[in-house]
């Protein structure tokens, strides 16, 4: 099995690559400030839920497949950027709620965790970067390649479970004053669907 030290290095470099701007922390960040912690904390787990898939894909092989084939690549970043934009719609075209409260409330627990489920797995430049990523710590002499990969998997989603967590913490206190106000909510919806807009313009126009 991959050896202590190994593990922590991987986790030191996964929790940056959490930290650096990107379009999952950001997503996160945008549904937290619009619907509360709780809201962020869930699209976090989605996400995380995602890397599953991602994960699955590196090792069963399917993620040199989007990397090799320019027709799959480019039928599920379509995908993924359709379904952005019409969360730019939703988020457009939402209207307030008078309170922090009840704004949390606008969607279900299950509606946000499917949210971050399908902004991961819509997206094949993860399973890429995973492709060329995980291996990197991986040592065919420490046992199956497969269980080596799954752990490594594991251990990416901990640690982004730990900076997104943060951050949904973070954005959704800061986003509690904006959803006071009427006006504010407002603006802070016309915000997070530019940038859905600008996530599903920036996914449209990724190269493999």
């Not at 937290?32 to 996400?47: D, N």
């Not at 399973?127 to 291996?135: K, R, V």
Request: hydrophobic share 55%; aromatic share 10%.
């Amino acid at each position: 099995m991959i050896e202590s030290k190994i593990l922590l290095m991987f986790f030191t470099t996964s929790t940056l690559l959490a930290l650096s701007p990107g379009p999952d922390n950001l997503f996160v960040m945008t549904q937290a400030a619009q619907h509360g912690r709780k809201a962020g904390l869930l699209v976090t787990l989605g996400l995380c839920t995602g890397l599953l898939f991602h994960t699955a894909a590196v090792t069963l092989g399917l993620a040199a497949i989007f990397k090799a084939s320019a027709a799959a690549f480019t039928m599920l970043k379509f995908a993924g950027a359709a379904y952005l934009l019409f969360l730019a719609w939703q988020a457009f075209h939402a209207g307030t709620m008078g309170g922090p409260s009840k704004t949390a409330e606008v969607m279900s627990p299950g509606s946000l965790y499917r949210r971050g489920i399908l902004m991961n797995i819509t997206n094949p430049k993860v399973s890429i970067f995973f492709l060329a990523f995980l291996p990197q710590f991986t040592d065919p002499a420490k046992g199956a390649l497969s269980l080596q990969l799954l752990l490594l998997g594991a251990v990416f989603m901990v640690a982004t479970i730990i900076v997104f967590g943060l951050i949904s913490i973070l954005a959704g206190t800061m986003g509690e004053r904006f959803r006071e106000s009427a006006f504010a909510q407002k603006v802070l919806n016309r915000a997070a669907a530019g940038i859905f807009a600008g996530l599903a313009l920036k996914l449209a126009l990724a190269q493999r």
